[in-house]
């Protein structure tokens, strides 16, 4: 068995980059056999992660939660294990798996349209925030309040989406609706607590549609969604489901894992016990140390 490292150098202003040498000196201290890959455009770490399907082995993904869904898309059906060195600037997929003590737990994935998601899938206002910071990232302000300055664009430019939505087959909402997230796990957009009590080992989802909201009542329900106080919100309904399905007339921005997709028709099935993970946090904190 080998230890795999897909490096993404761009993750966290180079954050990924750094943390190699110590990746090197743990390895070679414990005589593992490794190799490290480094990407360098659009789906690298799945392609890297494929071509070791037919072989048994820990690939980590060495990045942001960007990273963490092209590695997850390499790996799923294969008999390698998962590991997750996060580098990236949000690292929220970790943040749930952080709650597991279990060393190598096996957990749900989830598959949109023909793609595989970790952690969560949202289309609204919180899609379009998470679109927009690639814009606000050409703009000369400071790394840490990017994500605060797309909130602020998006929240002038959005516009209301009207969706069908179809819950489990018997639980359906029409309407213009504000946010409908599809949580594997409890966090994105860089901490904001959309799924508090979400578990990566229940096979279900946990589904939240946000109704609309006047626009000046939006950072209020954001607010909540930070501290993950929102589900007792009036607009605010949550479900619980294997499989969600939802369309639009016209094409929708969909965050799946922080990584963007357009259509106007998504599928999304609950995949049940599909991925083992090497959640060895010693071993991952000696990889970001030394």
Do not use: W
């Amino acid at each position: 068995m080998k230890y795999i490292f897909i490096v993404n150098p761009a993750s966290g202003n180079g954050k990924a980059l750094k943390v190699v040498q110590n990746i090197k000196n743990v390895c070679l201290e414990n005589k593992y056999d490794y190799e490290i890959h480094f990407t360098s455009g659009a789906n690298d770490a799945t392609k890297i992660a494929r071509k070791y399907r037919f072989s048994q082995n820990i690939i980590f993904s060495v990045g942001g939660d960007g990273t963490l869904n092209e590695v997850v898309n390499g790996i799923v059906g294969s008999k390698n294990m998962l590991g997750v060195i996060p580098c990236g600037s949000g690292n929220d997929f970790y943040k749930t798996l952080d709650l597991i003590d279990d060393p190598m737990p096996l957990i749900d994935v989830g598959k949109i349209n023909n793609k595989y998601f970790i952690n969560i899938v949202s289309i609204g206002i919180d899609a379009e925030v998470a679109d927009n910071v690639s814009k606000m990232k050409k703009i000369k302000i400071p790394p840490s309040q990017i994500y605060n300055a797309s909130i602020v664009y998006t929240f002038f430019k959005y516009k209301f989406k009207n969706i069908n939505v179809e819950i489990d087959e018997n639980n359906i909402r029409n309407g213009k609706c504000t946010i409908l997230t599809i949580c594997n796990g409890r966090v994105y957009g860089g901490g904001y607590k959309i799924a508090p009590d979400a578990l990566l080992t229940d096979g279900y989802f946990d589904v939240y549609f946000v109704d609309k909201i006047r626009k000046p009542f939006i950072p209020f329900i954001i607010g909540l969604l930070k501290k993950g106080t929102h589900e007792s919100h009036k607009n605010v309904h949550k479900s619980k489901a294997t499989r969600v399905k939802f369309k639009c007339p016209y094409d929708l921005v969909c965050n799946v894992d922080g990584e963007i997709i357009v259509d106007n028709k998504f599928d999304i099935k609950m995949l049940k016990s599909e991925l083992l993970i090497y959640n060895d946090k010693k071993l991952i904190k000696r990889f970001l140390k030394g």
